[in-house]
C-alpha cells in the first residue's frame, strides 16, 4: 500500500503553501482549519486527495496519452469542437477505474476522519485544482462537486466524476483562456462532513461590495437549504451589507438589507439520489432565513479571515467565502474562502464612465429585476432553458434564461447582456457577468415568460439599482471622465446625494463628504406618512392599510414602528458609511403638506394648503402635535445610525426653520427623543434658506453648529418667486444681485460666529461662475451633484488661483 500522506492529507497537514499539492480549494480549507480556526471561526475537519493522487492516476492504462490525443489539434474558439472533446475527455477518465491503491488509500482517510468525527458521516465532496482561487485566475466552480454522499463506494464514485469534472467544457475553456497547459493542472478532491443545512440556510460572503468594489463593506447572501440553490443562481437569497469599520468596533453595523424569493431550497434525498430541490412555504419564503445575530457573527469572521488572508499576500486580499448553519446544532460554519477575483485583479481607475439612456422616455419596462454592472447593451434575444439551446446562441446576442451555471461560460463570453428568472448578486451570473464585463440583470422572476427569441431589446442597468429591460434598441452614450488630473481645492468639494444605492459608487468619486443627504427622498421611497405607522391600527383608510401590510410583508416586517424606523436607519447608514469618516450631513424631512398627503396614509394626517412651500413644513411641523410623533421616528432612525451602527460621521440639519425660539424648540425636541448637542460628538446644523435666517444670523449660529446654503428657497423668498410656477419661472435668477447680497452676508456672518458655512442648493451645479462667486466669499464647502463635480473642481480651482495671486500682488 502507498503510502498515506502521499496520497492523501489531513485539513490538518494543510497549509496555504500547499496550493500544487491539494489546489486553491484545500490549501485554503487546510489553512482555515489550522489558522483561524482556533482563533473561534468554525471550520469543518477534513482530508484532501492529492495532485500526485490524479498524476498517478493519469498513469493508469495509458489514460495520459489517451487524453493527449483527444486535445491534439483542439480549436478553443470552435464550441461544437470544445463540447465534442470535452465529452471525449470526461468519458475517457470515467472508463478508467480507479488503482487499487488509491481506493484503499482513498478508504482510509475516509475511516480516519469518520473515527475524529465520532460517527459515520454524510459527505461533501468538492474538486479543487491545483490553478484554482487565485486572484488572476477564477477556476472557482470549474470542476463539479458532490453534497450528501454516504458510504465507501459512493464517495470512491464521487472522487472518480470530480477527476473528470477537471476536463468539463468550462474547466477546458478557462485553461485554454488563461493559457494554462492542460497536464500543468491536476485535480485534488476536498472530503468534509455535511453541515446540516438542509435544515436550515447557506449561503455567501464577500469582503467588499460586488457592483462597486467598495472595500468597507461585508456582502452577505442566504437562502434555505444546501448553499448550491445560491451558488449557482438558482434563487434570488436573502441579502445583508454589513459596515467594517464599525463593526469591529462592537457595533450592530447592519447598514442594508433585502428579502429574497427564496423559490426552493436543496434537501437531502433517499434512497440513491443525494438532493433533491423543494418548494419553500410562502409564510417562510416573507421571513429572512438568518437572524441578526448570525449576519454580524459571519460579518466579523468573514473579517477576520480577510485580515489573515491579506497578511498572507502582504496586500489587501478581499475573499470570497461560502458559510452553512447546520439545522441541528444550530450552528455556524465556513465551508470554503478563496480570493475575489473580480475587483481584486482591476487596476487602480484614473477615469469614471457613465452610460446613460438618450432615447428621451424609454417607456415601460418589459422585465426588472436586479442590476449587475452598470452598463447597457443592445440585442437580439436569445432563450436558453438547458444547455441543449446554447448552440442557438451567437455573437452579440442577450442571453435569457431561468439561470446560469458553469457549463455555460464558453457561450456566456460571446453575448452582450445576461437576463435571469432568477439569482442575486453573488449568482453564477452575476459573477461571471461582472468577469467579462457584462450587463447583466438577474432575479426579474418572469424574463424568459416576457422576453420572445428574436426580439430586439435594451438591457438597461444604468438607472440605479434596478436593472431594466426595454422593448427595442434604445440609443445610449457612454460618458467618459478623466480623474487623474483632478486639481486639490481649499474650499471643501461635497456631494448632494439622494439615493442610498449609489452611494458607494459615488463615493469612488474624489470627494470631502456629503453636504446634503435628504430623508425625504428615503421617506418617498418607504412611501408610507410617518404618522400613518404611529396610527397604524387606528387609520380609517383600510387600502392604505392594507397596502402598509404588504409593504412590509415584502421587506420581512411584522412590526410597523420598527419597518419605517430601520428601513429609514439602514438607508442612511449606507450613506453615512459610504463616506466614513467625512461628514455627512443628513438633512430631516422637508415634504411640503401636498407631497405628504401623497404617501399611504397621509390623506388622514394632512389638509389642503393654499400656498404649501409657505406653509406647515421644515421645523415648524417638527414639535406640532399634528407631527410630533413623526419626527419622533425620524430621530430614532438618526439616533440608531450613530449609536447601534457607530456611525457618528453623520450631522442632523434642519430645513426651513423660521425664528431662533424655533429652532431652540427643535433642539430640545431632538434632545427629548435622545439626539443630544454635543453628546458623541453630534452636530446640529441648520440650512439658510429664509431671510430670517440670514438678519438673524448671529442668534442662529448661537444655538446651530454651522450652516448650508439653501440657494432654491433662499432665492424664492428674496424676489418673492414661487418656484413652483411656471408663468415667472424667468425671474427665477440665484445671480441676482439680492440673493448674492444675502449669501454674501450669511458667509461673513458665519465667519464672524467661527461656524462653518457651506452650500447645497442647485446653483453651484449648474452654475460655474456662481460656484466660483462663493469662492471668492469665502465659503467653507460647495455641495455639488456628482456629475458635475469633477467639472466644477476645476472652476473653483482656477477662481481659489485668482484669489491667491490678487493676494500676491496686493
Request: hydrophobic residues 40%; negative net charge; contains cysteine.
Amino acid at each position: 500500500m502507498a503510502r498515506t500522506n502521499e496520497y492523501t492529507l489531513d485539513f490538518s497537514e494543510i497549509q496555504l503553501s500547499d496550493l500544487s499539492r491539494v489546489g486553491g480549494k484545500n490549501a485554503s480549507l487546510g489553512e482555515l482549519y489550522n489558522s483561524l480556526k482556533p482563533k473561534g471561526i468554525n471550520v469543518l475537519d477534513g482530508f484532501a486527495t492529492t495532485a500526485d493522487a490524479f498524476r498517478h492516476f493519469l498513469e493508469k492504462d495509458n489514460l495520459k496519452e489517451k487524453l493527449s490525443e483527444i486535445f491534439s489539434g483542439f480549436d478553443p474558439g470552435n464550441t461544437s469542437d470544445l463540447q465534442k472533446r470535452g465529452v471525449a475527455a470526461r468519458t475517457a477518465i470515467l472508463e478508467t477505474a480507479l488503482p487499487q491503491d488509491l481506493k484503499e488509500v482513498f478508504i482510509k482517510a475516509y475511516f480516519d476522519l469518520c473515527d475524529r468525527t465520532g460517527r459515520e458521516i454524510e459527505l461533501a465532496v468538492r474538486s479543487s485544482a491545483t490553478a484554482e482561487d487565485l486572484p488572476e485566475a477564477s477556476f472557482a466552480g470549474a470542476a463539479e462537486t458532490f453534497l450528501n454522499v454516504r458510504g465507501e463506494e459512493p464517495l470512491l464514485q464521487a472522487i472518480h466524476k470530480c477527476f473528470a469534472s477537471l476536463f468539463t467544457d468550462r474547466a477546458i475553456s478557462y485553461r485554454e483562456e488563461l493559457g494554462f497547459d492542460h497536464f500543468d493542472v491536476a485535480l485534488s478532491v476536498g472530503v468534509q462532513p455535511m453541515v446540516r443545512s438542509d435544515l436550515a440556510s447557506a449561503g455567501v460572503i464577500f469582503t467588499l461590495d460586488t457592483e462597486s468594489g467598495f472595500r468597507d463593506v461585508v456582502q452577505i447572501t442566504s437562502s434555505y437549504g444546501l448553499g448550491e440553490t445560491v451558488v449557482q443562481g438558482i434563487v434570488t437569497p436573502d441579502e445583508w451589507t454589513v459596515f467594517k469599520p464599525t463593526l469591529l468596533k462592537g457595533h450592530k453595523a447592519i447598514i442594508d438589507r433585502k428579502l429574497g424569493t427564496k423559490e426552493v431550497r436543496l434537501v437531502y434525498a433517499g434512497g440513491t439520489k443525494m438532493t433533491k430541490s423543494e418548494t419553500v412555504s410562502d409564510p417562510e419564503r416573507r421571513k429572512y432565513s438568518l437572524a441578526d445575530e448570525d449576519v454580524l457573527k459571519l460579518a466579523d469572521w468573514a473579517c477576520r479571515i480577510e485580515e489573515h488572508y491579506s497578511d498572507q499576500a502582504g496586500k489587501p486580499r478581499p475573499m470570497d467565502i461560502e458559510w452553512a448553519k447546520d439545522g441541528v446544532t444550530g450552528e455556524l460554519f465556513v465551508v470554503q474562502a478563496r480570493p475575489e477575483t473580480v475587483h481584486s485583479s482591476t487596476k487602480q481607475v484614473t477615469f469614471a464612465e457613465n452610460y446613460r439612456l438618450t432615447d428621451g422616455e424609454p417607456g415601460i419596462p418589459i422585465v426588472t429585476g436586479q442590476a449587475v454592472g452598470r452598463k447597457i447593451a443592445v440585442g437580439r434575444v436569445r432563450k436558453a432553458i438547458d444547455t441543449g439551446d446554447l448552440a442557438r446562441i451567437e455573437k452579440g446576442d442577450i442571453l435569457v434564461a431561468p439561470h446560469t451555471n458553469p457549463d455555460w461560460e464558453p457561450i456566456m463570453k460571446h453575448v452582450a447582456a445576461i437576463v435571469t428568472d432568477q439569482g442575486g448578486r453573488t449568482a453564477h451570473a452575476a459573477i461571471v457577468s461582472r468577469e467579462l464585463g457584462l450587463p447583466c440583470i438577474v432575479g426579474c422572476g418572469n424574463a424568459t415568460e416576457m422576453l420572445k427569441d428574436g426580439d430586439e431589446i435594451t438591457v438597461c442597468c444604468a438607472e440605479g439599482p434596478e436593472g431594466r429591460v426595454y422593448e427595442g434598441q434604445l440609443e445610449f452614450e457612454i460618458e467618459r471622465t478623466d480623474l487623474s488630473d483632478l486639481p486639490e481645492t481649499a474650499t471643501k468639494i461635497m456631494f448632494n446625494v439622494a439615493d442610498p444605492e449609489n452611494a458607494f459608487s459615488i463615493a469612488a468619486l474624489p470627494n470631502d463628504g456629503v453636504g446634503l443627504a435628504r430623508t425625504e427622498f428615503i421617506i418617498n421611497h418607504i412611501g408610507v406618512h410617518p404618522m400613518a405607522i404611529v396610527h397604524f391600527k387606528n387609520l380609517r383608510n383600510w387600502e392604505d392599510q392594507f397596502a402598509i401590510k404588504e409593504k412590509m410583508s415584502r421587506l420581512g416586517e411584522t412590526d410597523t414602528r420598527e419597518f419605517f424606523v430601520h428601513t429609514l436607519a439602514e438607508s442612511i447608514g449606507k450613506i453615512a458609511a459610504a463616506f466614513y469618516p467625512k461628514p455627512v450631513i443628513v438633512r430631516t424631512s422637508d415634504f411640503k403638506t401636498n407631497e405628504y398627503a401623497r404617501l399611504l396614509g397621509g390623506g388622514e394626517f394632512e389638509w389642503p394648503e393654499d400656498n404649501p412651500m409657505l406653509g406647515f413644513r421644515g421645523a415648524s411641523r417638527y414639535t406640532h402635535e399634528r407631527y410630533r410623533e413623526g419626527f419622533a421616528l425620524e430621530c430614532e432612525a438618526l439616533k440608531r445610525v450613530r449609536d447601534e451602527m457607530g456611525l457618528t460621521n453623520l450631522k442632523v440639519m434642519i430645513p426651513f426653520c423660521r425664528t431662533v425660539k424655533e429652532a431652540q424648540k427643535v433642539i430640545d425636541e431632538m434632545a427629548a427623543n435622545g439626539l443630544r448637542q454635543g453628546e458623541n460628538g453630534l452636530e446640529i446644523y441648520a440650512m439658510c434658506e429664509l431671510p430670517s435666517n440670514v438678519v438673524r444670523a448671529k442668534d442662529f449660529l448661537e444655538l446651530f453648529d454651522g450652516y448650508s446654503i439653501g440657494s432654491n428657497d433662499l432665492t424664492q423668498l428674496i424676489l418673492g418667486i414661487d418656484r413652483d410656477s411656471g408663468t415667472i419661472a424667468e425671474l427665477f435668477e440665484e445671480e441676482d444681485e439680492a440673493v448674492k447680497d444675502m449669501i454674501s452676508s450669511a458667509i461673513q456672518a458665519a465667519k464672524k460666529a467661527g461656524k462653518p458655512i457651506g452650500i447645497c442648493g442647485q446653483a453651484p451645479s449648474d452654475k460655474p461662475e456662481f460656484a466660483a462667486w462663493l469662492v471668492r466669499q469665502g465659503i467653507d464647502s460647495i455641495s455639488l451633484t456628482p456629475d458635475s463635480a469633477v467639472k466644477t473642481a476645476f472652476t473653483i480651482a482656477e477662481a481659489e488661483n485668482r484669489l491667491r495671486r490678487s493676494a500676491q500682488t496686493s
